[in-house]
């Protein structure tokens, strides 16, 4: 596997983790994750997705193939390690998630639009993800893995329809 399928491949996770950090009443313990694996010791997923990005613009620049192999497995063990914690808390505590496509601050209506565009793109990278998730997974022939995947998925497609009938109304 070259350089350019390494960081194709940990790019293509990014969406899958930001969705299962978006979820609404997440937080957990900066003590949840293995130590040493992180920079970051805030509670803040964002700053762990940023550290995440980080290290993939490093792995990218770095000319040594053995030092890229071995950071593309350590960030891909701190994205698995960030999707099953965010799995494990959602065993723990079900969050019943709002029904409608909410935006928080309404400033103009073209600011509403753009904000829904920008959300849309964003889910529609997260749905993909998630498939290409759940194509890896089905090989794995792994029924409550996939199930999960398949619920996640069911989610997702549900805020993107939401948030697309609430584009379709500002036109």
């Keep these: 596997m070259g350089v350019t399928d390494i960081l194709s491949t940990l790019r293509g996770r990014l969406p899958e983790l930001e969705w299962q950090l978006s979820k ?6 900066p003590r949840s994750l293995p130590a040493g694996l992180f920079h970051s ?3 803040d997923p964002v700053l762990y997705v940023a550290e995440i990005k980080a290290d993939i613009n490093t792995l ?8 890229v ?8 063990q701190k994205i698995n390690v960030l999707v099953s914690v965010c799995a494990g808390y959602n065993r723990e505590k079900p969050v019943q998630e709002p029904t409608g496509f909410i935006i928080d601050q309404l400033a103009t209506r073209r600011q509403w639009s753009q904000a829904l565009e920008a959300d849309i793109e964003r889910l529609e990278e997260q749905k993909n993800a998630l498939l ?3 194509a890896g997974r089905d090989a794995t022939n792994d029924c409550t893995v996939s199930l999960k995947l398949q619920s996640e998925l069911g989610n997702l497609e549900k805020k993107l329809t939401l948030a697309k009938e609430a584009y379709s109304k500002t036109r």
Aim: glycine share 4%; charged share 20%.
């Design 60 to 67: 990218a620049v770095h000319p040594n193939p053995r030092i």
């Design 24 to 29: 609404p009443g997440l937080s957990f313990s």
């Design 132 to 134: 290409a998730t759940l």
């Design 41 to 43: 010791h805030d509670d």
């Design 69 to 76: 192999r071995y950071l593309a497995e350590k960030i891909n």
